[in-house]
């Protein structure tokens, strides 16, 4: 019997049409353009203001979108991995009402979440699965309402997120394609550094934590600066030579778009031209979950069968990776 593979062999994508440009945001708070542009790349991001539709709408359109292009019945699913920061709710999953949503009723479905390494970490998951010859059709969405948890009077925080959504569909391989190495790695240290201080059992929902902004995301800019630069290409770096690839061998860089500068940083330790570098920050900003498939969905066209990919994130918690990935067909 043939050694199964997980491929990808499908993608979808979804950003709400709100354009919340740099300019805007200067009437909001004190910061400008230039600043914003040169300290992060990001020009402008998408927010779903909708305030009844939540991360599972976003998350319902990527998948749609996905199942229209690729013609596949919703019934042939096995599983729905949710990739998320931003659940709808604290307890109900998020991915249990997405599969249902979409017509997916034979999937069982749950929430994965590690804060801008979700997706990453899900891919790993719905490989894992796939690989075990259980399943044959697993999609793996990673989408976030960061909007839903940003506060608009931080100026270090509401100029780096986004709302959306991109969805990619795994299924065996064959021919060697697909996943062939992956490199993840957390430490606690990163706790305190970016995160939401209550709504949780440490800290529960009082009238005073809601008064005191504690429900919005918060960060130490420079400390997460420092560990994400190190770390993000700590593994691409090493995931690279653990498969005796050169830099000519990487086709495609596909970063976590979290800020320029990290992501050149990744680039430039690997050696890579800035031809093969995949960025979309400038028009999406960090939508934590949903960049890495953005990405993949948005330059989709330009991949080709065979051609090896290095996904790469860092997030939260702290929580960090990198993936080799041999791209499975040619865009029709």
């Given at each position: 019997m043939s050694t199964i593979t997980a491929a990808i062999t499908a993608v979808g994508a979804y950003v709400p049409d709100f354009v919340l440009s740099n300019k805007v945001l200067e009437t909001m708070v004190d910061t400008n353009d230039e600043w914003i542009t040169t300290r992060t790349g990001i020009k402008e991001r998408r927010i779903l203001k909708d305030a009844d539709k939540g991360t599972s709408f976003l998350a319902i359109k990527a998948a749609q979108d996905l199942i229209a292009k690729a013609n596949i019945d919703p019934l042939e699913i096995d599983m729905v991995i949710m990739a998320t920061a931003t659940a709808d709710m604290p307890v109900a999953s998020t991915g249990v009402y997405v599969a249902t949503e979409i017509g997916a009723t034979?999937?069982?479905?749950?929430?994965?979440?590690?804060?801008?390494?979700?997706?990453?970490?899900?891919?790993?998951?719905?490989?894992?699965?796939?690989?075990?010859?259980?399943?044959?059709?697993?999609?793996?969405?990673?989408?976030?309402?960061?909007?839903?948890?940003?506060?608009?009077?931080?100026?270090?925080?509401?100029?780096?997120?986004?709302?959306?959504?991109?969805?990619?569909?795994f299924e065996p391989n064959y021919e060697g394609l697909g996943l062939q190495d992956e490199y993840l790695r957390s430490d606690g240290v990163g706790r305190d550094f970016l995160k939401i201080s209550a709504g949780?059992?440490?800290?529960?929902?009082?009238?005073?934590?809601?008064?005191?902004?504690?429900?919005?995301?918060i960060q130490d800019g420079k400390t997460v600066f420092k560990y994400a630069v190190t770390n993000m290409a700590d593994a691409s770096e090493l995931i690279v030579k653990r498969n005796n690839l050169t830099n000519e061998d990487v086709d495609w860089l596909v970063p976590h778009q979290a800020?320029?500068?990290?992501?050149?940083?990744?680039?430039?330790?690997?050696?890579?031209?800035?031809?093969?570098?995949?960025?979309?920050?400038?028009?999406?900003?960090?939508?934590?979950s949903a960049t890495l498939p953005l990405v993949l969905s948005d330059f989709e066209h330009q991949f080709k069968k065979g051609d090896n990919i290095i996904l790469a994130a860092f997030g939260g918690g702290f929580t960090w990776g990198s993936i080799y990935l041999k791209w499975a067909y040619d865009t029709k």
């Open positions: 034979n999937a069982f479905a749950y929430d994965l979440q590690a804060a801008c390494s979700s997706f990453l970490y899900g891919m790993s998951t719905a490989a894992a699965y796939v690989q075990s010859g259980r399943y044959k059709k697993v999609l793996l969405i990673g989408a976030d309402k960061m909007s839903s948890i940003v506060d608009y009077t931080d100026r270090s925080t509401c100029i780096i997120f986004g709302d959306g959504a991109g969805a990619v569909l949780g059992s440490l800290i529960p929902t009082t009238e005073e934590t809601v008064k005191n902004r504690q429900h919005n995301i800020n320029k500068r990290i992501i050149d940083a990744t680039a430039s330790r690997m050696n890579l031209e800035d031809s093969k570098v995949l960025m979309n920050i400038e028009k999406y900003g960090n939508t934590t």
